[in-house]
């Protein structure tokens, strides 16, 4: 039996890796006997014996558990050994468990470090915000009564002068109305003007016709004239024809065009011109602004120049990190539900705006698919021409083309025809050439005979002189 549990207490110490330590929990004697410390784990040396206490008792649990001296830390009755050595125990040490340990170590140094530094920089917030607290607080009991002064000064004058800009405007728009005024009733006058003598033409036209008429005969000598009030029933009609044959069929919709683009410009123009007021307006609010700016910047530099503020700082405070955590998790939840508001308030605009603008965009998208149509009617039109033109520049080129190439022809007839003149022009002046030496040729025959005949002549006449 007591073999048996000698043997079984190496399973307890495999289980238990610390029962060999430095700490007293376990540990073998040069003699080969182990020892049990204060915690009553026991050991086995390497001969197999029980744990020895120092009074000279010693004993084995079956759990490998001993007891030294009155210390009793099992229940069970001690025994001692029969003196046989157990099989060699293997101490084995679990590697893994050191590098986790050694890995902890490392983790608590790298967050040990951390932490100071964030202590430090805990500590030089602290002192920035006392150093900004106590300018803060000298800054506000100085007299700002001059700058106050100086920039009310600006802004009154800057109201005289809107004041005086706006006086002006005032004073301009009433002469604009008493002129626009005086053009209206000019042309009332010039309407009615306008209107009788329409009316007074078209009596007498009317006049002249039956006239006319009487004096050809078609109607009876007694027949009365009509009067002038019957003569202006048909003044509508009959200025509308004069309109007709003033702008011909083809020019009311030249008119309309017209008077739509003159509308058109008139607003641009309008338009244009409120945007430059608007424009110089703005300039000489950024200019004033600007102003007020770099007065007030020259006076925070002048009064903030020769500064020094002595404080007394405590290296020794503790900060509440868990409430600057808590303040700064607050503020950066506080910037994100304001920033998803402000974005569904934007979204929720945009879709008030487009749900709010279909029919201008319907009434610009017909415009704008009227004038795509336009559009197409007119390169249908240009494409035709271009394609017209082309076939016009290809008979052209064409008719260029035999043009050229029966000149060429007639030229190189005309070529062949002067070669040919030439070459008989030689002949021609070769053979007369030959005929000048035979011509003479028979002169000087023609000479000699003469000569003889003239000889024999003298002869002839000597002898019958004889």
């Not at 602004?289 to 002048?302: D, M, P, S």
């Amino acid at each position: 039996m007591s073999r048996g549990r000698a043997a079984g207490s190496p399973s307890s110490e495999r289980r238990s890796p610390e029962g060999v330590a430095s700490d007293g929990r376990g540990s073998v004697a040069s003699d080969g006997r182990g020892s049990v410390g204060s915690e009553c784990r026991g050991s086995v040396a390497s001969d197999g014996q029980g744990s020895v206490g120092s009074d000279g008792r010693g004993s084995v649990g079956s759990d490998g558990q001993g007891s030294v001296g009155t210390l009793r830390c099992s229940p069970y009755s001690p025994f001692s050994g029969d003196g046989r050595i157990p099989a060699p125990v293997r101490l084995d040490i679990d590697t893994d468990f050191q590098a986790v340990r050694q890995q902890e170590k490392e983790d608590i140094k790298v967050l040990n470090n951390q932490f100071v530094t964030l202590i430090e920089k805990v500590q030089s917030l602290e002192q920035q915000n006392k150093i900004l607290t106590t300018r803060w607080n000298f800054l506000k009991d100085q007299d700002n009564s001059h700058s106050d002064s100086d920039i009310k000064a600006i802004y009154e004058q800057y109201m005289s002068k809107m004041n005086q800009e706006m006086k002006e405007l005032n004073y301009e728009q009433e002469n604009l109305e008493s002129e626009l005024a005086k053009v209206l009733s000019t042309m009332d006058t010039f309407r009615s003007k306008y209107e009788d003598e329409i009316r007074l033409c078209s009596g007498m036209e009317f006049t002249f016709m039956e006239l006319k008429k009487v004096r050809k005969g078609e109607f009876p000598t007694g027949l009365a004239l009509a009067s002038p009030a019957q003569s202006g029933k048909g003044l509508e009609a009959i200025q509308a024809q004069l309109v007709w044959d003033r702008t011909g069929s083809g020019g009311g919709q030249g008119g309309d065009e017209s008077q739509f683009h003159r509308r058109d410009l008139d607003v641009s123009t309008l338009h244009r011109t409120e945007l430059e007021v608007k424009l110089k307006g703005l300039q000489e609010l950024l200019e004033l602004k600007k102003t007020i700016y770099e007065q007030e910047l020259e006076e925070l530099l002048t009064e903030i120049k020769d500064i020094s503020v002595v404080l007394g700082i405590d290296s020794c405070s503790r900060p509440d990190l868990g409430r600057i955590v808590e303040d700064v998790r607050a503020q950066y939840e506080a910037l994100a539900l304001r920033s998803w508001e402000e974005a569904e308030a934007l979204t929720r605009r945009k879709l008030t705006d487009s749900s709010s603008q279909p029919g201008s965009f319907g009434g610009h998208l017909l415009d704008g698919r009227r004038e795509i149509a336009d559009l197409n009617i007119r390169i249908q039109k240009l494409r035709s021409c271009i394609v017209s033109q082309k076939s016009q520049c290809l008979y052209l080129e064409e008719h260029i083309r035999e043009a050229g190439e029966q000149g060429e022809g007639t030229l190189r007839d005309a070529k062949a025809k002067v070669a040919g003149l030439e070459e008989a022009l030689q002949r021609s002046r070769e053979h007369m050439a030959h005929l000048v030496r035979e011509y003479q040729e028979l002169m000087n025959i023609k000479l000699a005979l003469d000569v003889e005949i003239l000889t024999y002549r003298k002869l002839m006449e000597g002898e019958e002189n004889r």
